[in-house]
Protein backbone atom coordinates (compact mmCIF):
# COMPACT_ATOMS: atom_id res chain seq x y z
CA UNK A 1 0.00 0.00 0.00
CA UNK A 2 0.97 3.45 -0.61
CA UNK A 3 2.31 5.65 1.95
CA UNK A 4 0.15 8.48 1.06
CA UNK A 5 -3.31 8.01 -0.04
CA UNK A 6 -5.50 11.08 -1.58
CA UNK A 7 -9.07 10.51 -2.07
CA UNK A 8 -10.96 10.87 -4.71
CA UNK A 9 -8.45 10.15 -7.79
CA UNK A 10 -10.86 12.43 -9.78
CA UNK A 11 -13.70 14.98 -9.34
CA UNK A 12 -15.76 17.40 -11.48
CA UNK A 13 -17.69 19.69 -9.81
CA UNK A 14 -19.95 22.45 -10.74
CA UNK A 15 -18.98 25.82 -11.09
CA UNK A 16 -19.85 27.64 -7.13
CA UNK A 17 -20.11 24.33 -5.97
CA UNK A 18 -17.80 23.46 -2.45
CA UNK A 19 -15.40 20.52 -2.23
CA UNK A 20 -12.86 18.63 -0.46
CA UNK A 21 -9.79 16.64 -1.05
CA UNK A 22 -8.37 14.53 1.56
CA UNK A 23 -4.66 13.28 1.89
CA UNK A 24 -3.55 10.69 4.32
CA UNK A 25 -0.41 9.23 5.37
CA UNK A 26 0.28 5.48 6.82
CA UNK A 27 3.59 6.88 8.83
CA UNK A 28 4.26 10.19 10.98
CA UNK A 29 3.73 13.49 9.60
CA UNK A 30 6.94 16.41 9.83
CA UNK A 31 5.09 18.64 7.71
CA UNK A 32 2.39 18.75 5.01
CA UNK A 33 2.46 20.33 1.77
CA UNK A 34 -0.32 20.97 -0.72
CA UNK A 35 0.77 21.58 -4.74
CA UNK A 36 -1.20 22.40 -7.53
CA UNK A 37 -0.63 20.96 -11.07
CA UNK A 38 -1.34 21.49 -14.54
CA UNK A 39 -1.32 18.97 -16.84
CA UNK A 40 2.36 18.35 -18.21
CA UNK A 41 3.79 21.45 -15.98
CA UNK A 42 5.77 22.04 -12.88
CA UNK A 43 3.97 21.78 -9.33
CA UNK A 44 2.88 25.14 -7.95
CA UNK A 45 2.62 25.38 -3.79
CA UNK A 46 0.04 26.11 -2.16
CA UNK A 47 0.23 25.58 1.23
CA UNK A 48 1.91 23.93 4.49
CA UNK A 49 1.17 22.84 7.20
CA UNK A 50 3.44 21.78 10.08
CA UNK A 51 1.29 21.75 13.74
CA UNK A 52 -1.14 19.88 14.65
CA UNK A 53 -5.07 21.25 14.26
CA UNK A 54 -3.24 24.18 11.98
CA UNK A 55 -5.45 25.53 8.98
CA UNK A 56 -4.22 28.24 6.66
CA UNK A 57 -6.37 29.43 3.78
CA UNK A 58 -5.71 31.67 0.85
CA UNK A 59 -8.47 33.00 -1.09
CA UNK A 60 -10.89 30.46 -1.18
CA UNK A 61 -8.61 28.23 -0.70
CA UNK A 62 -8.21 25.95 3.31
CA UNK A 63 -5.92 23.19 4.21
CA UNK A 64 -6.15 21.79 7.47
CA UNK A 65 -3.91 19.23 9.34
CA UNK A 66 -4.87 16.35 11.96
CA UNK A 67 -1.92 15.64 12.83
CA UNK A 68 -3.19 12.50 15.20
CA UNK A 69 -5.29 11.07 12.29
CA UNK A 70 -2.29 11.80 9.94
CA UNK A 71 -4.55 13.46 8.09
CA UNK A 72 -4.85 16.60 5.83
CA UNK A 73 -7.68 18.33 3.49
CA UNK A 74 -8.23 20.68 1.20
CA UNK A 75 -11.14 22.59 0.89
CA UNK A 76 -11.62 25.27 -1.97
CA UNK A 77 -15.00 27.26 -1.61
CA UNK A 78 -17.34 28.45 -4.39
CA UNK A 79 -15.18 26.52 -7.06
CA UNK A 80 -14.25 28.47 -10.63
CA UNK A 81 -13.12 27.05 -13.50
CA UNK A 82 -9.70 28.08 -12.34
CA UNK A 83 -9.71 25.91 -9.57
CA UNK A 84 -9.33 23.02 -12.15
CA UNK A 85 -5.81 21.23 -12.36
CA UNK A 86 -4.38 18.37 -10.12
CA UNK A 87 -4.10 19.06 -6.35
CA UNK A 88 -0.58 17.07 -4.89
CA UNK A 89 -0.37 16.60 -1.03
CA UNK A 90 3.26 15.93 -0.21
CA UNK A 91 4.58 14.95 3.26
CA UNK A 92 7.94 14.81 4.95
CA UNK A 93 7.97 11.93 6.76
CA UNK A 94 11.79 11.47 7.14
CA UNK A 95 12.41 14.04 9.22
CA UNK A 96 15.63 15.22 7.12
CA UNK A 97 16.33 18.36 7.58
CA UNK A 98 15.45 19.44 3.81
CA UNK A 99 12.11 18.73 1.57
CA UNK A 100 12.05 15.06 0.81
CA UNK A 101 8.81 15.00 0.55
CA UNK A 102 6.92 11.81 -0.40
CA UNK A 103 3.51 12.21 -2.77
CA UNK A 104 0.55 11.27 -3.32
CA UNK A 105 -1.17 10.10 -6.47
CA UNK A 106 -3.13 13.30 -6.82
CA UNK A 107 -6.57 14.30 -7.31
CA UNK A 108 -7.71 15.34 -10.50
CA UNK A 109 -10.29 18.59 -10.37
CA UNK A 110 -12.58 19.52 -13.30
CA UNK A 111 -15.00 22.58 -13.18
CA UNK A 112 -18.55 22.63 -15.41
CA UNK A 113 -19.82 25.89 -16.19
CA UNK B 1 6.75 32.75 -13.89
CA UNK B 2 9.46 29.98 -12.14
CA UNK B 3 12.41 30.34 -10.30
CA UNK B 4 13.80 26.94 -11.93
CA UNK B 5 14.48 26.67 -15.35
CA UNK B 6 14.28 23.21 -16.85
CA UNK B 7 15.22 22.41 -20.80
CA UNK B 8 14.44 20.88 -23.01
CA UNK B 9 10.79 20.65 -22.33
CA UNK B 10 10.20 18.20 -24.59
CA UNK B 11 12.71 15.38 -25.66
CA UNK B 12 12.59 12.05 -27.33
CA UNK B 13 15.35 9.71 -27.58
CA UNK B 14 16.39 6.52 -28.63
CA UNK B 15 17.48 4.00 -26.24
CA UNK B 16 21.04 3.95 -27.52
CA UNK B 17 20.98 7.08 -27.40
CA UNK B 18 23.05 9.88 -24.86
CA UNK B 19 21.29 13.15 -23.55
CA UNK B 20 21.11 15.11 -20.73
CA UNK B 21 18.49 17.14 -18.76
CA UNK B 22 19.35 20.53 -17.17
CA UNK B 23 17.88 22.43 -14.35
CA UNK B 24 18.79 26.26 -13.30
CA UNK B 25 17.34 27.68 -10.14
CA UNK B 26 17.84 31.51 -9.38
CA UNK B 27 16.72 31.48 -5.81
CA UNK B 28 19.75 30.88 -3.84
CA UNK B 29 18.71 27.55 -2.63
CA UNK B 30 21.40 24.81 -1.05
CA UNK B 31 19.30 21.92 -2.21
CA UNK B 32 18.33 20.70 -5.56
CA UNK B 33 16.29 17.21 -6.19
CA UNK B 34 15.10 15.38 -9.36
CA UNK B 35 12.01 13.53 -8.88
CA UNK B 36 10.20 11.16 -11.64
CA UNK B 37 6.31 11.62 -12.62
CA UNK B 38 5.13 8.41 -15.03
CA UNK B 39 0.93 7.94 -15.31
CA UNK B 40 -0.91 6.84 -12.38
CA UNK B 41 1.98 6.68 -9.94
CA UNK B 42 3.15 9.63 -7.50
CA UNK B 43 6.28 11.47 -7.72
CA UNK B 44 8.78 9.03 -7.37
CA UNK B 45 12.13 10.85 -5.75
CA UNK B 46 14.94 9.72 -7.77
CA UNK B 47 18.46 12.21 -6.29
CA UNK B 48 18.83 14.88 -3.73
CA UNK B 49 21.89 17.10 -3.41
CA UNK B 50 22.25 19.65 -0.76
CA UNK B 51 25.54 22.10 -0.83
CA UNK B 52 26.03 20.32 -4.00
CA UNK B 53 26.93 16.63 -2.29
CA UNK B 54 24.23 13.78 -3.28
CA UNK B 55 22.96 12.57 0.01
CA UNK B 56 20.27 10.56 -1.35
CA UNK B 57 19.53 8.00 -4.43
CA UNK B 58 16.58 6.39 -4.06
CA UNK B 59 17.83 2.90 -6.06
CA UNK B 60 17.67 4.75 -9.46
CA UNK B 61 19.21 2.58 -12.07
CA UNK B 62 22.52 3.26 -13.06
CA UNK B 63 21.51 4.29 -16.87
CA UNK B 64 20.56 7.84 -15.17
CA UNK B 65 23.89 9.77 -13.94
CA UNK B 66 23.20 13.09 -11.51
CA UNK B 67 25.68 16.06 -11.52
CA UNK B 68 25.67 18.92 -9.51
CA UNK B 69 28.59 21.51 -10.21
CA UNK B 70 27.25 24.06 -7.90
CA UNK B 71 24.20 24.73 -5.85
CA UNK B 72 22.72 26.64 -8.53
CA UNK B 73 22.94 23.43 -11.51
CA UNK B 74 21.52 20.07 -11.62
CA UNK B 75 22.17 17.95 -14.38
CA UNK B 76 20.48 14.13 -15.07
CA UNK B 77 23.01 12.31 -17.77
CA UNK B 78 20.92 9.78 -19.87
CA UNK B 79 22.06 6.63 -21.96
CA UNK B 80 20.93 3.43 -22.70
CA UNK B 81 16.98 4.22 -21.20
CA UNK B 82 14.38 2.11 -21.29
CA UNK B 83 10.43 2.91 -22.74
CA UNK B 84 9.26 2.69 -19.17
CA UNK B 85 11.65 5.61 -18.67
CA UNK B 86 9.30 7.82 -20.41
CA UNK B 87 7.84 10.16 -17.98
CA UNK B 88 7.72 14.27 -17.00
CA UNK B 89 11.03 14.35 -15.07
CA UNK B 90 10.78 17.35 -12.35
CA UNK B 91 13.50 19.60 -11.12
CA UNK B 92 13.01 21.30 -7.77
CA UNK B 93 14.95 23.45 -5.21
CA UNK B 94 14.89 24.31 -1.34
CA UNK B 95 16.03 25.88 0.96
CA UNK B 96 16.40 23.33 3.37
CA UNK B 97 13.31 22.15 4.69
CA UNK B 98 11.09 24.65 3.38
CA UNK B 99 8.83 24.21 0.51
CA UNK B 100 9.90 22.69 -2.80
CA UNK B 101 10.25 25.06 -6.08
CA UNK B 102 9.60 23.21 -8.80
CA UNK B 103 10.76 23.37 -12.85
CA UNK B 104 7.90 23.30 -15.57
CA UNK B 105 9.46 19.77 -16.35
CA UNK B 106 10.90 17.47 -19.15
CA UNK B 107 8.90 15.78 -20.80
CA UNK B 108 11.23 12.52 -21.67
CA UNK B 109 9.97 10.01 -24.63
CA UNK B 110 12.23 6.57 -24.80
CA UNK B 111 11.35 4.90 -28.09
Known amino acids: SQELEQSPQSLIVQEGKNLTINCTSS?????LYWYKQKYGEGLIFLMM?????EEKSHEKITAKLDEKKQQSSLHITASQPSHAGIYLC?????????????FGKGTMLLVSP | ETGVTQTPRHLVMGMTNKKSLKCEQH?????MYWYKQSAKKPLELMFV???????ENNSVPSRFSPECPNSSHLFLHLHTLQPEDSALYLC??????????FGNGTRLTVT
Open chain 2, 92 to 101: ASSQGASPLH
Open chain 1, 27 to 31: KTLYG
Open chain 1, 49 to 53: LQKGG
Open chain 1, 90 to 102: GADIKNSGYSTLT
Open chain 2, 27 to 31: LGHNA
Open chain 2, 49 to 55: YNFKEQT
